[in-house]
């Protein structure tokens, strides 16, 4: 077990992460943006950031190499739906995306959307820790939190229609 804390603060002790936000135990600020029959898409719920999305395999696996061959079509197919919203609803132009296998969670993999601001903490993998914080520390006031969810709104409309 071991305790999450979001991005109001909220705290929740839980398994895995991943279990439950598919099985809808946490729901994620905004909900759901898209769901799969493999996967399971959503607001980061550690970091308000506007478009920061975590693609979630809905089984608990861990590595890439795990995949069947139906959830990577799957996989591939939502990503790019996903990062074609962002560019088109949001504005994104820039995403970092991170997927790692040393994890408590099911396969996931981080969109990390790149906004003027983060350049102040540089333009490179380092910078992603300082602005995840950041966002954390400093943006996580009613007007950004309101922003986050907007964008969620946007993303969920565009990719559901």
């Known amino acids: 077990m071991r305790t999450i804390t979001l991005s109001n603060g909220e705290t929740f002790d839980v398994e895995c992460l ?3 936000i598919t099985q809808d135990l946490i729901t994620p600020d905004g909900g759901v943006v898209i769901e799969t029959e493999y996967f399971h898409a959503h607001q980061d719920v550690a970091y308000p950031i506007k478009g920061l999305v975590i693609l ?3 089984r608990h696996v861990k590595g890439f190499d795990e995949l069947t061959a139906e959830e990577k079509v799957d996989y591939i197919d939502v990503l790019t739906r996903i990062r074609k919203a962002q560019r088109e609803v949001l504005g994104i ?16 993999t981080w969109m990390v959307p790149r906004y003027e601001w983060m350049y102040k903490f540089g333009r490179s993998v380092e910078s992603v820790r300082p602005t995840l914080l950041h966002a954390r ?3 996580n ?7 986050v969810i907007h964008a969620i709104k946007l993303l969920t409309e565009k990719l559901n229609t």
């Open 18 to 20: 991943s279990c439950a």
């Open 56 to 58: 979630a395999s809905k």
């Open 93 to 108: 132009e820039y995403v970092y995306y991170f997927y790692n296998e040393d994890t408590s969670h099911h396969f996931h």
């Open 137 to 139: 520390n400093e943006m």
């Open 141 to 147: 006031n009613e007007e950004n939190v309101k922003d």
